[in-house]
């Protein structure tokens, strides 16, 4: 961290009451801090185009846990990724890997070759194959969606979890985080369970980790950072944005099962149900697989999302953003975002003292 930079300590004050609430809220999140290794239990999300060496970093340099986001990456491209991440920051951070990419066991090797200590992987059950290949040199993180699965991840290997809620941004699960907490974190204690979805506050945070949880993991928040590589369009509409523009996308068929992608309604958001229509017209005339009509709707997506994030075209492109993008209401630092979220749990804290006390 630079030395004029903002900290956590910085957004509570140095009276003792913020220290004793600073205490208290790294007590409840220490079994995460020890995980991860950070300062504080705070993982960025894994998003693309975003979720870059930058970003990534800056999360990690303010105390938090930066992941790389894979994605689509070779192994040449991701051990570039890495190598440039760690000349840019000497703490922990991850990578993020999706489960039904054709090379994920050689890019499960670029990651321990170059000494990464978490790997993520999402878009489903891992195999075998991979859970022992990550478990060889580093810890696997892995996402649930429902009790069974959560217990399903923890049997097959899985180090920790990341319950993700639907109020998140991207492609999403139907159950909401408040939900999601209530059905697992007291019924999973072997492994340390992280929070995503619709967080934007520290208050947030402190709740989830007082029942249970042993972090969280935001990504809203950190797409419009000053670090963000996102541009600046993509920034000003996460800027503009409130909770209810943030909104699912629509399965037109059940026949052809499309997974719901959260992001700001735009034409872009019309132009995925002309897409996804065409891609079932195809299959109906026997054009594709259904396998081929679902890949095509994932490459949508990408080149949808690029469009945003890289091109600033947040009109036609996927302006994908969570719900907590209505509490974005401007462009700062990475460090002041953490510190931010630290201080507003650590005066819910000392409130609650303050109102013991009288």
Not at 93 to 106: A, C, E, Y
Not at 134 to 140: A, F, I, N, Y
Not at 286 to 305: D, I, K, P, Y
Not at 327 to 356: F, K, N, W
Request: charged share 15%; aromatic share 4%.
């Amino acid at each position: 961290m630079p030395p004029d930079a903002a900290s956590p300590a910085d957004y509570i004050g140095p009276d003792s009451g913020s220290l004793l609430a600073r205490a208290e809220f790294d007590r409840l999140s220490d079994r995460g801090r020890r995980f991860l290794g950070s300062q504080v239990a705070i993982m960025g999300g894994a998003m693309s185009w975003v979720s870059e060496r930058t970003l990534v970093s800056a999360i990690s340099n303010a105390g938090g846990f930066g992941v790389i986001a894979g994605g689509s990456m070779g192994p040449d491209a991701l051990a570039h990724e890495i190598a440039a991440t760690q000349a840019l920051t000497t703490r922990p951070f991850g990578v993020n890997l999706i489960t039904m990419h054709p090379r994920l066991l050689d890019l499960i090797q670029v990651c321990l070759r170059a000494g990464v200590g978490h790997v993520v992987l999402a878009g489903g059950v891992p195999s075998g194959a991979a859970v022992r290949a990550v478990k060889d040199g580093s810890r696997l993180v892995c996402f649930a969606s429902a009790l069974v699965l959560a217990r399903r991840m923890v049997r097959l290997g899985a180090d920790a979890l990341v319950i993700e809620g639907s109020e998140a941004g991207g492609h999403i699960g139907p159950v909401s985080l408040a939900v999601l907490a209530q059905e697992i974190l007291p019924h999973v204690t072997e492994v340390p369970v992280f929070v995503a979805g619709g967080i934007g506050r520290g208050e947030a945070i402190l709740a989830f980790l007082e029942m249970g949880a042993a972090g969280a993991q935001l990504g809203t928040r950190f797409a419009a950072a000053t670090e963000s590589i996102a541009h600046p369009r993509f920034k000003q509409a996460f800027i503009h944005a409130r909770a209810r523009d943030a909104l699912p996308s629509v399965q037109l068929d059940p026949r052809f099962p499309v997974i719901p992608v959260r992001g700001l309604v735009n034409a872009g958001t019309q132009a995925f149900l002309r897409h996804q229509a065409a891609a079932m017209a195809s299959v109906d005339s026997g054009e594709l697989t259904r396998e081929q009509a679902q890949l095509s709707v994932e490459h949508f997506w990408a080149g949808a999302l690029r469009r945003a994030v890289v091109d600033g075209d947040v009109e036609h492109g996927s302006v994908m953003a969570g719900q907590s993008v209505g509490m974005v209401t401007a462009e700062q630092p990475t460090v002041e975002i953490i510190a931010e979220l630290v201080g507003q749990a650590c005066r819910a804290i000392s409130a609650r003292h303050d109102a013991a006390r009288h």
